[in-house]
T-cell receptor, first 112, second 114 residues
């Protein structure tokens, strides 16, 4: 049983560019959340997708957007990258009626 | 809004010694509480969770945690630490039904002396 997978593993971008990160949820899970983890900090909630719609959003600007596909996989898009966007981006999935979230290995984004 | 405080940034213990990592939360209703572990460069692995019922919960890898409502705490314990337990540990609180956003503490880094 495959867990949550994310791609790519690492990414280097320049300020002002745009980036897309991808996530495939654990088998049987239909809800995907994205978190940003800055160096030395705990993860911070960005948003959650269910039934291809954004259901909840944390305190992140509109530069952060997402999408969920019919197969429950998800993308996180960040526009106009800033140096402060450098972080580990974690995807988590769960079942609709489940409270346990399972995390992927993350994508390390470096903005130069 | 909920919040989580992990007072200890870094803890060092000897292999075989007991361990307790502290976690205090702030939330107006009954919280859903979690402990996750993160090895360097890795994602988060769920160690244990508390939703309701017995306030002492058992998790994987020999860890346990106790929910104390009066102290707003959910401390993580292990009777005998192994070198492989060296990692960063995060406590998280989830809001009640209908909201599954997790709020994390800043983490406690555990170092184990052989």
């Amino acid at each position: 049983d495959a867990g949550v997978t994310q791609s790519p593993t690492h990414l280097i971008k320049t300020r002002g560019q745009q980036v897309t990160l991808r996530c495939s949820p654990k088998s049987g899970h239909d809800t995907v959340s994205w978190y940003q983890q800055a160096l030395g900090q705990g993860p911070q909630f960005i948003f959650q997708y269910y039934e291809e719609e954004e259901r909840q959003r944390g305190n992140f600007p509109d530069r952060f957007s997402g999408h969920q596909f019919p197969n429950y996989s998800s993308e996180l898009n960040v526009n106009a990258l800033l140096l402060g966007d450098s972080a580990l981006y974690l995807c988590a999935s769960r079942r609709t009626m489940g409270y346990e979230q399972y995390f992927g290995p993350g994508t390390r984004l470096t903005v130069t | 809004a909920q919040s989580v405080t992990q007072p200890d940034i870094h803890i060092t213990v000897s292999e075989g010694a007991s361990l307790e990592l502290r976690c205090n939360y702030s939330y107006g209703a009954t919280p859903y509480l979690f402990w996750y572990v993160q090895s360097p460069g890795q994602g988060l692995q769920l160690l244990l969770k508390y939703f309701s019922g017995d306030t002492l919960v058992q998790g994987i890898k020999g860890f346990e945690a106790e929910f104390k409502r009066s102290q707003s705490s959910f401390n993580l314990r292990k009777p005998s630490v192994h070198w492989s337990d060296a990692a960063e540990y995060f406590c998280a609180v989830g809001a009640g039904a209908g909201s599954y956003q997790l709020t994390f503490g800043k983490g406690t880094k555990l170092s184990v002396i052989p």
